[in-house]
């Protein structure tokens, strides 16, 4: 059985960074897209970055390009995102996916596989 569990967010001062990381069991990830996703209250869940775990080709959201950096591990369990230069618009739930096509993708439909989200709140 397929588990992605989230971890690393918190309360982070403007300015700061975190990174967050998702822990991926029940099976070989190799050949798989890894995603990584966010929602705010009120708002649709919305496309961050998305890594290839074979390849470790790379596509972020044009939004925050220049602030991100997704990596995976070798050993193909974790892979983590780095946020820099936090704002308070950053503040929601960071959840991570997987996709069995390895296509990276910004579209939900494209993860057959989601994490259950680590919460991230920035303050100003």
């Known amino acids: 059985q397929v588990q992605l569990v989230e971890s690393g967010g918190g309360l982070v001062q403007a300015g700061g960074s975190l990174r967050l990381s998702c822990a991926a069991s029940?099976?070989?990830?190799?050949?798989?897209?890894m995603g990584w996703f966010r929602q705010s209250p009120g708002k649709e869940r919305e496309f961050v970055a998305a890594?290839?775990?074979?390849?470790?080709?790379?596509y972020y959201a044009d939004s925050m390009t220049g602030r991100l950096t997704i990596s995976r591990d070798n050993d193909n369990t974790t892979v983590s995102l780095q946020i820099n230069s936090l704002k308070p618009e950053d503040t929601a739930v960071y959840y991570c996916a997987a996709g069995r096509s390895g296509i990276l993708c910004s579209f939900m439909q494209g993860y057959n596989y989601w994490g259950q989200g680590t919460q991230v709140t920035v303050s100003s």
């Open positions: 029940g099976r070989t990830f190799s050949g798989y897209a």
């Open positions: 890594i290839s775990w074979s390849y470790a080709n790379t």
